[in-house]
């Protein structure tokens, strides 16, 4: 089983120490009732320009994003939209997340009866106040089965095209409905 959630900002990220206790004081999912609210006093205090936010990517035994992974989410759907659709047309895929600059890879690997994906999130020391939460942190692979991973990708987009759409400033919302599209074909 795989799930890809998407979650925004409620509360200002600058000041985000990351504790999984925590995570949730700063994110709020994209289903909850008051999520459209979140995200427009948000996007009204970047004065629409960025929305904060995360992308979670788990498996059964595998949580391959995580809470301290957030970024622009525009461009994080944006960036794993185009890995996908690079994935598509040549087998591998590999973006760098906006501004945390944390490298996401996928990369085929051909088996019978179905192919698999080798799924990789490198992180950012930058990032990471501590370095013993970078020790933990740094790297993230998991191997997911390449149909499930591409519709759940496509399936979670769409859930987030459709909230974009519904906030006071669209954003990016034209870029990543073609990449969609162009991900489907």
Known sequence: MLVINTYIEQKALDSFCFNKENASDYFISL???LSYQN???QLKR???HKLDGVV???SLDTAMTDFMDWDDI???WIGILEMALD???TGFGKRFMAMNNHEWSIKKIITNPENLILFKVKRNPLNFKEESLYEIYKETTNIVNEEILIAQILQAADE???FREKLFE???VSRLKALVSETQE
């Open 87 to 89: 994935y598509k047309k």
């Open 160 to 162: 987030f095209i459709s």
């Open 170 to 172: 669209i954003g990016s």
């Open 39 to 41: 995200a427009n006093r």
């Open 31 to 33: 289903n909850d009732p």
């Open 74 to 76: 525009d461009l994080m």
């Open 46 to 48: 970047h004065k629409g």
């Open 56 to 58: 979670i990517i788990k």
